[in-house]
């Protein structure tokens, strides 16, 4: 299916928006996409990396979550662990998880248990 002005499909449009940082065009875009059911793996992951550009940490976090699941469920481990990884990560640095550790709450916690060993 071909768009106004040859721009191609909503997916197609989603990514030149995003080649362009053109982040809330993109976030929406890929939402559309989503929506319709037409993100494969790669889009997902794709589509995980623009919400987060468009400050969607929240969705940015589920996208890599449902990636994780699609590809346990076909065996590609590898890549359901990188997406595992990725959910990790911004659970650590993006949300105010990472604060124990930066106010020294894990390192008194970590000497306090060591000194009672």
Do not use: K, Q
């Amino acid at each position: 299916m071909t768009h106004a002005a040859g721009e191609g499909t909503g997916l197609e449009r989603a990514r030149n928006a995003a080649a362009r940082g053109a982040w809330s065009d993109a976030y929406a875009g890929f939402l559309a996409a989503r929506e319709a059911g037409d993100l494969d793996p790669n889009a997902l992951a794709e589509f995980a990396d623009v919400a987060y550009a468009a400050g969607h940490l929240d969705v940015t976090i589920e996208t890599w979550e449902r990636l994780h699941g699609e590809l346990s469920r076909l065996g590609e481990d590898n890549a359901a662990a990188g997406a595992a990884v990725r959910v990790a990560m911004h659970l650590l640095f993006d949300t105010a998880l990472m604060a124990a550790y930066e106010d020294g709450y894990a390192e008194r916690t970590i000497c306090s248990t060591a000194h009672h060993l």
